[in-house]
Structure formats: C-alpha cells, structure tokens
C-alpha cells in the first residue's frame, strides 16, 4: 500500500493539479519500492525551503528540494518527506526554459531518489531517468 500525503500552501499555483501530482509520485514509487511506501509531499514558498536548508544542512537560500528520509525506520517499508520550493521550481523553469511539469517532475523523480538513499552520481542519474518515464495525465 502507497500513502501520500500532500501539503500546499493556500492559493499556490501548482504546474498541475494536484490529484494529477499524486498519480506521478504513485507511479514513481511503483518503479523504486515494490512494496509500501509512506510519502509526504509538501510544497512550500522560499522562505520555509531557506529555513529547513539552514537549520538541517546548514547552508544559506532557498533550494528547489530537500528530502528527508525516515531515519528511524527498521523494516523494509519507505518513509519520508519530500519538500519543494514552489518560488524556485518557477524561478529555475525561467532560467532553464523548461516547462513547469516537466521540472517539476524532474524535481520529484531527484526528491524520490535522495528518500530512497541515493546520492548524486551516475546510478542516481539512470533511476532519475527511468522514473522520469512516469507522466501526468494533462502532459
């Protein structure tokens, strides 16, 4: 069983519809864990990304995600949370020309990964690109 919740500031406007974001999480997760996954999925504002980048990485500005693994996890199931800045998806999509759906689902496919344990390089790089296969439905 797959559980994700999703958390979005009031009045953000979101690439997609949310229902949508959780479909593209749902099957990127099929692709990673074949098994039970529990997720948290929260778009924040700048201000909220620079403060948890300050305070657990301790390093200054906002970023465009973090993801923090459940820690304290015993078995086998996957937990975390995946945090992601709403001002600097829209902000790198003007600097990379990039659609907002397909940076967005770059970002969730790189936020999945970390939540899985992996860390920058090569083999991260391929499971990116193989969940990045995942669409929304409104692409």
Do not use: W
């Not at 403060?51 to 199931?77: I, K, M, S």
């Not at 967005?104 to 390089?121: E, K, M, Q, T, Y």
């Amino acid at each position: 069983m797959y559980q994700i919740r999703f958390t979005c500031p009031a009045g953000a406007r979101l690439p997609f519809h949310p229902r949508e974001i959780r479909r593209l999480v749902l099957c990127m997760l099929q692709k990673l864990i074949p098994q039970s996954a529990d997720v948290e999925l929260v778009f924040v504002r700048d201000v909220e990304i620079a403060a948890l980048n300050r305070r657990y990485l301790r390093r200054q500005g906002p970023t465009n995600c973090l993801a923090f693994p459940d820690a304290g996890r015993q078995d086998a199931f996957f937990r975390g949370s995946l945090f992601v800045s709403l001002d600097t998806l829209y902000r790198e999509c003007l600097l990379y020309g990039q659609a907002p759906a397909a940076h967005l689902r770059r970002l969730l496919a790189h936020g999945l990964a970390h939540l899985a344990g992996f860390d920058h390089g090569e083999e991260m790089e391929a499971l990116c690109a193989r969940l990045e296969e995942c669409r929304e439905q409104s692409d």
